[in-house]
């Protein structure tokens, strides 16, 4: 078993306001701790990867097939892989959460997708 602190992580900047940090990884799925400042957002994009999250500070809109879902903290949500999607820090804190990705990604950044 490994062990993983967030404190000894340095993070990637993957879009203006976005922050990413690979927590831990299997072979079948990894953990990515993000943040995402007031006002930023990650345009529309997929990639293979089912993704599944939780927020635990902040309220983050998601788009998806043209719906907006706005999730806050305590909210989770699942993305089947390939399902084209955005997401918004439309409030005035900082979104701090989790993402699992199955089958993991190589790394924490959005350049390999």
């Not at 690979?22 to 993704?51: C, K, R, W, Y």
Request: proline share 6%; aromatic share 6%; with cysteine.
């Amino acid at each position: 078993m490994e062990r993983v602190s967030l404190a000894d992580l340095e993070s990637s900047e993957v879009a203006d306001g976005v922050q990413l940090a690979l927590l831990a990884g299997t072979d079948s799925m990894n953990v990515q701790h993000f943040e995402i400042e007031p006002g930023a957002a990650l345009d529309e994009h997929s990639h293979p990867h089912e993704q599944t999250g939780y927020i635990v500070e902040g309220e983050l809109t998601f788009t998806v097939d043209g719906d907006e879902i706005v999730c806050g903290p305590g909210d989770s949500y699942g993305i089947p892989g390939k399902q084209a999607h955005a997401a918004e820090n439309r409030g005035d804190e900082t979104v701090r959460g989790v993402d699992i990705f199955s089958p993991p990604r190589e790394n924490p950044s959005w350049d390999d997708e």
